[in-house]
């Protein structure tokens, strides 16, 4: 008696949403591969919250960021927090403690190599081999799942919520940049861009001591936020902001000028806003990978000008200024949206339409 073959095929792979550019401004929520299981020293993480940033506005816009293209579908998002499913025996979190399921975590998108030189030498954000998500060709997070290094991850207290677990690595970079200004207390500061970097760089700067601290932008209410946290507003549309700052500082100008819009001509403003022998550190990006500035004021004056590259080890100190209530991250979220509705907050964000500050995706 024949028997009837037994049709043996393979389940299909089990699959996840993910938000993927294929182009400029080409964003599509689809289903891909979910990853498989963590090695050794990695978890899988569901990702629970992403929030936009201003250089994934580049990459939305341009299908690039500086020099670097997007030269295939790619899933964006690197600032995020999740909840740890599963993970390898030698998973080590961010403080070298063995990170078990079930921890909620905030996740450095970051994942330098640590033994190149520059690694070795305590700059692993300088690092040349350094993975970083959502830069091409490595994924981000706006999926369902994810497999990061356990070394990657942060575990957060009770009292924080994912969306402001998201949002510790715009503070990370504020901190970074803040560092790199070396600001004192009673040094005076102006702010150019009230995005979340420079909200957040006020936050930070009015902690260490900034007085008077003098912020511009274009949107009103972004710079109704920068008020209610501490700043001098100034709308740079309705007035120059450089000769605004020069009349209240009596043609002095400020001992530190942050750069954190788009560096456009806000870097030449930074350079005319800033005393002599004052300090500049841009943390903007580009969009046509380009800076701009009269190189002569900048060597009269004799400033120093520092670039911002992301962050050194900051998660711990984030942590503990939002559980500790320093640093207020809710008053930035303006919109929330679910991951299948990822490519809308984009087009959203983009168009600086709706009084958008930070908007966070909830996948």
């Not at 079930?102 to 450095?108: K, L, N, P």
């Not at 959502?134 to 009292?159: Q, T, V």
């Not at 002095?252 to 788009?262: I, P």
Request: proline share 8%; charged share 25%; hydrophobic share 40%.
């Amino acid at each position: 008696m024949s028997q009837v073959p037994v049709n043996r095929r393979k389940p299909p792979p089990a699959t996840m949403l993910a938000a993927r550019l294929h182009g400029p401004a080409d964003l599509r929520v689809e289903r891909v591969p979910r990853p498989g299981p963590p090695a050794g020293d990695q978890v899988l993480l569901r990702v629970k919250a992403t929030g936009i940033c201003g250089s994934d506005l580049h990459s939305y816009h341009d299908a690039r960021i500086g020099d670097t293209p997007v030269a295939s579908p790619l899933v964006l998002g690197h600032e995020f927090s999740g909840v740890v499913k599963a993970a390898g025996p030698e998973a080590l979190d961010g403080h070298g403690q063995l990170l078990l399921p079930g921890a909620r975590v905030a996740v450095d998108p970051a994942q330098p190599c640590l033994r190149c030189e520059l690694c070795q030498q305590g700059h692993p954000n300088l690092c040349r081999n350094v993975r970083f998500c959502s830069n091409h060709p490595y994924d981000g997070s706006l999926s369902e799942w994810m497999l990061m290094p356990a070394r990657c991850c942060f575990p957060i207290p009770k009292s924080m919520s994912h969306d402001e677990a998201a949002l510790l690595e715009p503070l990370g970079v504020a901190i970074h940049a803040v560092d790199l200004a070396k600001l004192r207390p009673a040094q005076s500061v102006a702010i150019l861009g009230a995005g979340s970097i420079g909200l957040l760089i006020l936050q930070v700067a009015k902690l260490a001591g900034a007085d008077p601290i003098f912020v511009t932008d274009k949107f009103p209410w972004r710079l109704k936020v920068a008020r209610r946290l501490g700043a001098l507003a100034i709308a740079c549309d309705g007035e120059d902001p450089v000769a605004r700052i020069g009349q209240e500082t009596s043609g002095r100008g400020v001992d530190v000028v942050f750069e954190a819009a788009w560096a456009d001509h806000s870097v030449q403003q930074a350079v005319e806003i800033a005393r002599p022998g004052g300090r500049v550190v841009l943390v903007g990006i580009p969009s046509d990978d380009r800076l701009a500035m009269k190189p002569s004021i900048a060597r009269r004056k004799g400033l120093t000008v520092k670039f911002c590259r992301r962050m050194k080890h900051t998660y711990p100190r984030a942590i503990r200024l939002v559980e500790r209530g320093r640093v207020n991250l809710r008053e930035l979220v303006s919109h929330r949206f679910p991951l299948r509705r990822a490519d809308a907050a984009f087009a959203l964000n983009a168009a600086y339409r709706d009084q958008v500050v930070k908007i966070v995706i909830e996948c």
